[in-house]
């Protein structure tokens, strides 16, 4: 699922033109040495920020906030460059209220969801970990389309505290980008993970009560009651000493035809998230 992709026009277009920002510094190394010095003269905490960073990288790591944060000393920088109409551009833009609230906004919601991409790259991610995952980030988006149909934007952290230190209030035309992105997103969340595992639940915690799923078969329901009703393993379930995958595949000498079913259902998903 790419963010970009999802975006109403104006923001996409925010992006693009924060792209287009870094690249300029970075395509120059002399101007990218004038970058640093810049920030060295005023103090900055991000003087190899931009130096350093791949533009790609804009839609996974944490550069939009570093940008953001950096849009003052941009300043200074593209007013002390040849006048050009890229420059002009820049400069216009790094003074435009409205700009800035979209950036804000795009550097806090890149930020979120980067937190929970890297969190479905470890590797005993399972898809019920992704489905923990997404059903607490559609919850999450509800909140924060609620948040912003209330004009209140204490969940976007960035934007917020642009909005008090500047005494802003969001225009509607913004406020209005935001709340379809969030729906935007809402949506796609939806069409992407759209799976329910009630039925599954059983490979997560087998100790619990379940009716019989409909995908087992008699012997392999079975096989779940034995294990369900075993002590030993509920202690060592409980214990929390091993990841999913290795207590099923720590049973399939004893019980081989519910670990298959349960091995399989766990390898379904592969963890390729694309922000």
């Given at each position: 699922m790419s963010l970009s992709q999802k975006m109403p026009y104006e923001l996409k277009t925010v992006l693009d033109q924060a792209v287009l920002i870094v690249n300029y510094v970075k395509s120059r190394p002399l101007q990218s040495r004038l970058f640093k010095k810049v920030c060295e003269d005023i103090g900055s905490q991000h003087q190899s920020l931009l130096l350093h960073t791949e533009v790609r990288c804009l839609s996974r790591g944490r550069v939009l906030l570093r940008l953001f944060e950096l849009h003052d000393e941009l300043k200074t920088f593209f007013t002390k460059q040849p006048v050009s109409a890229h420059v002009n551009k820049f400069v216009e833009l790094l003074h435009d209220e409205q700009w800035l609230m979209q950036l804000a906004y795009l550097a806090d919601i890149f930020d979120k969801l980067n937190v929970i991409c890297k969190a479905l790259q470890v590797r005993a991610t399972t898809k019920f970990t992704v489905n923990d995952k997404m059903s607490s980030l559609k919850n999450k988006?509800?909140?924060?389309?609620?948040?912003?149909?209330?004009?209140?934007?204490?969940?976007?952290?960035?934007?917020?505290?642009?909005?008090?230190?500047?005494?802003?209030?969001?225009?509607?035309?913004?406020?209005?980008?935001?709340?379809?992105?969030?729906?935007?997103?809402?949506?796609?969340?939806?069409?992407?993970?759209?799976?329910?595992?009630?039925?599954?639940?059983?490979?997560?915690?087998?100790?619990?009560?379940?009716?019989?799923?409909?995908?087992?078969?008699?012997?392999?329901?079975?096989?779940?009651?034995?294990?369900?009703?075993?002590?030993?393993?509920?202690?060592?379930?409980?214990?929390?000493?091993?990841?999913?995958?290795?207590?099923?595949?720590?049973?399939?000498?004893?019980?081989?035809?519910?670990?298959?079913?349960?091995?399989?259902?766990?390898?379904?998903?592969?963890?390729?998230?694309?922000?």
């Open positions: 988006l509800a909140f924060w389309i609620e948040c912003v149909e209330k004009h209140n934007y204490e969940c976007f952290t960035i934007l917020n505290d642009f909005l008090k230190e500047n005494e802003l209030r969001v225009s509607s035309d913004v406020e209005k980008n935001i709340h379809e992105h969030l729906t935007s997103l809402t949506k796609s969340l939806h069409e992407y993970f759209p799976e329910q595992l009630q039925d599954m639940d059983w490979v997560q915690n087998p100790f619990v009560n379940h009716t019989k799923p409909s995908m087992l078969s008699v012997s392999e329901y079975e096989n779940l009651i034995d294990i369900k009703f075993s002590l030993t393993l509920k202690q060592k379930y409980e214990e929390g000493t091993f990841d999913l995958n290795a207590f099923w595949i720590g049973l399939k000498d004893e019980y081989p035809e519910i670990v298959n079913r349960a091995i399989t259902l766990l390898l379904l998903f592969v963890t390729t998230y694309r922000c």
